[in-house]
């Protein structure tokens, strides 16, 4: 797969690709991962990317020509990304299709924004980490492609964690205890141990589910509310009750 990131921060982006499993990805050729610095694309002594909008206003906006001159001169993968405040929230769904694709590029936002020509004619979609505040889409990014790239086939060792884990099946994970079996006085739960391996994994069940009710009504709803069988396994372990 390839990913293309087109930013004013070349280095943060570098740098954290070459970590952890998607490090691994890139130096194993599953990940061909091409960064440009946005500036490189600029012809004035400043290498300036951001100017103030017309109409006034605080903050500075990502100017359309170091855009599209780094956009011609690469020929980048689409869909074209655009990482801003304004976009549609990421989410695993998103980065299950972005993960199906051949490649994708990612337009970092700095400053109050982009220019909104871009957005329209060369940009493909926007996205958003959430409702907060950034500095900038670096980070916005680098979430983007560490959720999409370890999906990939063979980027993760353990193939059959990469969709277990929270939001896989719409639940949160349920509580992990890796040894000792009593730290400091505090137990890990007897039914991890019995080694009924039936009961712990409708146990298991039971706290995701009623994790995920505490904490995440919307993803309960979402899965159009509790089962008849959810609700008999929060009984079975006496979690059963109204939310937080
Ligand atoms: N805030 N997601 C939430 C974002 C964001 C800001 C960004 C990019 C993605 O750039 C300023």
């Known amino acids: 797969m390839r990913i293309d990131v087109i930013t004013i921060f070349p280095e943060l ?46 903050g500075m906006v990502l100017r359309p020509e170091p855009v599209l001159a780094t956009v011609e001169a690469v020929d980048p993968p689409r869909p074209v990304v655009a990482l801003g405040p304004g976009g549609r929230t990421f989410d695993q769904a998103t980065a299950r299709r972005l993960a199906g694709s051949d490649g994708f590029t990612l337009l970092c936002g700095r400053y109050e924004g ?30 983007v492609v560490e959720a999409v790239t370890r999906l990939l086939p063979g980027v993760m060792g353990n193939l059959a964690s990469a969709e277990e884990e929270s939001f896989g099946d719409g639940l949160l994970e349920y509580p992990h205890y ?31 589910l009623r994790r995920t009710i505490d904490r995440r009504p919307d993803l309960i709803e979402d899965r159009g509310g509790l089962t008849a069988a959810d609700r008999q396994l929060l009984v079975e372990f006496g979690l059963d009750g109204p939310a937080d």
């Open 13 to 58: 982006v570098v740098g954290f690709a070459g970590h952890s499993l998607l490090g691994r990805a890139v130096a194993g050729g599953e990940v061909d991962l091409r960064v440009h610095d946005l500036r490189d694309a600029t012809t004035d002594a400043h290498r300036t990317v951001d100017d103030a909008p017309f109409g006034g206003g605080a």
């Open 114 to 143: 982009i220019d909104q020509r871009v957005l329209d004619h060369v940009v493909d979609e926007e996205l958003s980490i959430g409702d907060y505040v950034l500095a900038g889409g670096e980070v916005a990014a680098l979430v």
């Open 178 to 208: 890796p040894r000792p079996a009593e730290f400091r006085g505090w137990e890990v739960p007897e039914v991890l141990r019995s080694g009924d391996h039936g009961r712990i994994g409708r146990w298991r069940r039971a706290q995701s």
